[in-house]
Nanobody, 121 residues
C-alpha cells in the first residue's frame, strides 16, 4: 500500500491550499484517513481525520479553517485549508488507518512521505 500526497507549497498568510492523498495497492477497505503535521523538534500532531461513514475529527485550532473530505471509491482524502497562518507551516502527512489488504485478515496503518506547507507572513 502506498500513500501519495500532493498539493503542498508556499502561500501567503490568509491564502488557501488543498492537499490530496491517494492510497493505492490491493486494498479491500480503509477505516479512516486523515492528516497530521509536524514541525522540527515537535511531535506529529493531529490535523483531521475522516472515517468511512463520514464522521470527522479535527484539532480544535483548525476546525474553523480546515475541511477534510474523502472519496471512498478512489481511496482519496482531501484537506482544504483556508485562512492559513504562518504557524500552519509544517510537513503534512497523510495517514490511512486500519487498512485491510487483499489476502490478509490483518489491519495495518500506513503513512505518506509528507508534503511541505509553508505560509509566509
Amino acid at each position: 500500500v502506498q500513500l501519495v500526497e500532493s498539493g503542498g507549497g508556499l502561500v501567503q498568510a490568509g491564502g488557501s491550499l488543498r492537499l490530496s492523498c491517494t492510497a493505492s495497492g490491493y486494498i479491500n477497505s480503509i477505516y479512516a484517513m486523515g492528516w497530521y503535521r509536524q514541525t522540527p523538534g515537535k511531535h506529529r500532531e493531529l490535523v483531521a481525520t475522516i472515517a468511512t461513514g463520514g464522521s470527522t475529527n479535527y484539532a480544535d485550532s483548525m476546525k474553523d479553517r480546515f475541511t477534510i473530505s474523502r472519496d471512498n471509491a478512489k481511496n482519496t482524502v482531501y484537506l482544504q485549508m483556508n485562512n492559513l497562518r504562518p504557524e500552519d507551516t509544517a510537513v503534512y502527512y497523510c495517514n490511512a488507518e486500519r487498512v485491510v489488504v487483499a489476502g490478509s485478515p490483518h489491519e495495518y496503518d500506513y503513512w505518506g512521505q509528507g508534503t511541505q506547507v509553508t505560509v509566509s507572513s
